[in-house]
């Protein structure tokens, strides 16, 4: 979030740069001469500083992807090979542990199946189904409810208040957005619980719903900052214009800014849901930690109070195990592979939020 | 301009030295504090980690043991069993808390890490206690019915199933089954003794991350059932009697049942050093399986050992 609204702060002061003509190259290195050599060395590890600031992000994030990526690796090439001496020997040494044969991991059932018993003493099975369903419901019934909080947040604080209100109105949502998710996660177990029991009658208040609610209020702090750049982006004579064609405020809001604005807006609900797909520790005490397709009854049929089954996300599982997995174990790899698909998925979101804004800014 | 621009520079020049200078002292002061908050003697600490199970039993431990020898400060954390073997293993813990034994695969990473055998201590015993909400009627279960609520392939799915019609403040019949994380003692524990080493737990469990919670979560939800620690009891819940068999007579988990065995779920707990341990943690150990060390066992509600 930070990282649009500086670049959007930054453009304009290069454009108001450009036409003055920053000085030519061989100008500045003129002026320069007339300096004391340390300042010259001093300025240019200070630039240098700086460029690696700007740059390390991007060193950053190739640098996790990496390392994630090498520790899921190894699944992908090991091969099916025949126990060595030690290991023959130790298997005759413990004939009574009826451990699995090593099983060689499969990207299909990874991704197919729902069944997901990583230390199973007879069967190992590694199957995230469940559990890429369980980000997906829950992130997109927080969605539901986020988006229009959200954008009509953005829409108030932009338009429809001024002065004071708007101030208060822009604190307290950025604090809304300092509350840290242990916090938002103590919330859903200790309040909405009960309440979630009580009010819809569901067995457990520990469910889909309660993770919904606690990401949706997370994510609207975000979609509101953004979705008002957005709207504040769109020039005055837009509005002037709707106002002389005798519009309504709503009219205006309706017909005129949210289509200029619609990119912006699109931008700020995407950076909402990457924001949802990648919290964990919420998510973790609140949604009950449950492998479970919601929408799916034991005997098969389809359960239409899906909302207030438990179900288990992705982070969740990550943060939950990989604690206590064994270094170099499936088990651990899997964990970092299913990190590579959060990171894929994360990735694909925020890229597709960037070129909304890009859109934005052809326009 | 131009002299505006190195002003600015220079000026951040100073403030990204100052900053980095004082992170820099903030570094060497902690250092420095936390040499000289051992106080005048010498302390020696240990890295006490492991069961979840166990970790109430050894904070009080490590507290009472503090009274008794300064010198040594024990540090506990917890974490689940497997994060205590897995440091036991890699050698981040010199005393390993576990409520299940060692599997062989792991006595063999340790020797091969350390050069020799774990060394085992049954320091008590925890009966593994069946919780439900306080307003449940059910009063006693038997291990087969346990295992049908919570088996892969399981029938049993409803309070009504096991003969209670309705429960209190309950939403619906459904039984909501309150489990352990996978890495957990615990979880590993009860699957051995209810579901059966060869089976896996049903899915579709709500699945935690400590003994307190499991208690908590059954005292706010009217439909829950779930296992835990007996030490973890709160007045909210209520441990149900179990019987080995249907039919056969159930028992309460107490010191008493524990001890003769009529109690079918409970486990011995342990800890684990790699190898012989230095004098220190051996004095510790000693303590430990003192009666001094056994009656914090009682106190902390869990089964000390027989004594000789």
């Not at chain 1, 199973?120 to 890429?132: C, E, H, P, Y």
């Not at chain 1, 949604?287 to 049929?301: L, M």
């Not at chain 1, 599982?317 to 994360?346: K, M, P």
Request: proline letters at 5%; a positive charge; aromatic letters at 8%.
């Amino acid at each position: 979030m930070a990282d649009i609204q500086t670049r959007e702060a930054a453009r304009p002061n290069e454009l108001s740069h450009s036409p003055h003509g920053a000085l030519p190259a061989a100008g500045r290195a003129k002026k320069r001469a007339g300096r004391g050599g340390l300042a010259i060395a001093g300025e240019k590890l200070i630039e240098l500083l700086i460029r690696l600031c700007g740059i390390s992000a991007i060193i950053f994030v190739f640098g996790i992807f990496f390392f994630v990526f090498r520790e899921a690796a190894p699944l992908f090439f090991e091969k099916p090979k025949a126990p060595t001496q030690e290991q023959a020997a130790m298997v005759e040494r413990h004939a009574d542990d009826h451990r699995p044969a090593h099983k060689v991991f499969s990207l299909k059932e990874f991704l197919f199946s729902k069944e997901w018993y990583p230390t199973s003493q007879s069967n190992v099975r590694f199957g995230v189904l469940a559990l890429i369903v369980g980000t997906l419901s829950v992130t997109v019934l927080a969605m539901l409810m986020a988006v229009p909080f959200g954008l009509g947040a953005a829409v108030f604080v932009s338009e429809f208040c001024g002065g004071k209100l708007k101030e208060t109105l822009k604190i307290v949502i950025e604090l809304l957005a300092a509350i840290p998710s242990v916090v938002w996660g103590f919330i859903g177990l200790t309040v909405m619980n009960p309440i979630i029991q009580n009010l819809f009658n569901a067995p457990i208040g520990l469910n889909m719903l309660n993770g919904a609610i606690l990401l949706a209020l997370m994510s609207v702090p975000i979609m509101v900052s953004i979705g008002e750049d957005a709207l504040k982006a769109v020039p005055d004579s837009f509005r002037e214009a709707g106002i002389a064609l005798g519009a309504t405020k709503w009219q205006l809001v309706y017909r005129v800014l949210i289509p200029a604005a619609k990119n912006g807006l699109l931008a700020a609900v995407l950076l909402g849901v990457g924001r949802a797909v990648g919290e964990t520790m919420a998510v973790l005490m609140a949604t009950g930690h449950a492998v479970n397709i919601p929408f799916i009854k034991a005997d098969g049929s389809f359960n239409p109070w899906f909302t207030f089954e438990p179900v288990r996300t992705l982070t969740a599982t990550i943060a939950a195990e990989l604690g206590e997995a064994s270094e170099g174990s499936q088990h651990y790899r899997v964990l970092f592979l299913i990190g590579v698909l959060l990171f894929s998925i994360t990735a694909v979101v925020n890229l597709t939020a960037d070129m909304a804004i890009r859109g934005i800014k052809r326009k | 301009m131009s002299k505006l621009k190195t002003t600015t520079n220079w000026g951040m020049a100073i403030v990204l030295a100052i900053g980095l200078s004082q992170t820099g002292c903030g570094k060497r002061d902690s250092a420095s504090s936390s040499g000289s908050g051992s106080g005048g003697g010498e302390v020696t600490s240990v890295q006490n980690m492991g069961s979840d199970t166990m970790v109430n039993l050894a904070q009080a431990w490590s507290e009472e043991y503090h009274k008794v020898d300064p010198s040594v400060s024990i540090e506990v954390s917890g974490g689940g069993s497997g994060l205590g073997i897995a440091g036991l293993i890699n050698g981040t813990a010199e005393i390993a808390n576990s409520s299940r034994k060692l599997e062989p695969e792991e006595v063999e990473k340790c020797k091969a890490k350390h050069g020799h055998d774990p060394k085992e201590y049954m320091v008590g015993y925890d009966a593994l206690s069946i919780f439900v909400h306080k307003n449940n009627p059910l009063n006693e279960i038997s291990i087969e019915e346990l295992g049908e609520i919570y088996k892969e392939g399981g029938k049993v799915t409803k309070w009504s199933d096991l003969g209670v019609q309705s429960i209190p403040g309950a939403q619906g019949d459904e039984i909501v089954r309150i489990s352990r994380q996978n890495n957990s003692g615990t979880y590993h524990y009860f699957r051995e003794v209810v579901i059966g080493k060869k089976g896996d737990f049903k899915a579709g469990s709500v699945d935690l991350n400590g003994s307190k919670d499991v208690v908590e979560t059954i005292a706010k939800t009217p439909n829950a059932i779930g296992y835990s620690g007996m030490g973890y009891a709160t007045p909210e819940v209520k441990i149900v009697k179990v019987a080995k068999k249907k039919g056969e007579p159930s028992v309460m988990p107490n010191i008493e049942t524990t001890l003769n065995k009529t109690y079918p779920i409970a486990r011995p707990m342990f800890m684990y050093t790699p190898g012989s341990p230095p004098p220190h943690i051996q004095k510790y150990l000693d303590w430990v399986l003192s009666d001094a060390g056994q009656k914090i066992v009682k106190d902390t509600g869990y089964v000390p050992l027989p004594k000789k």
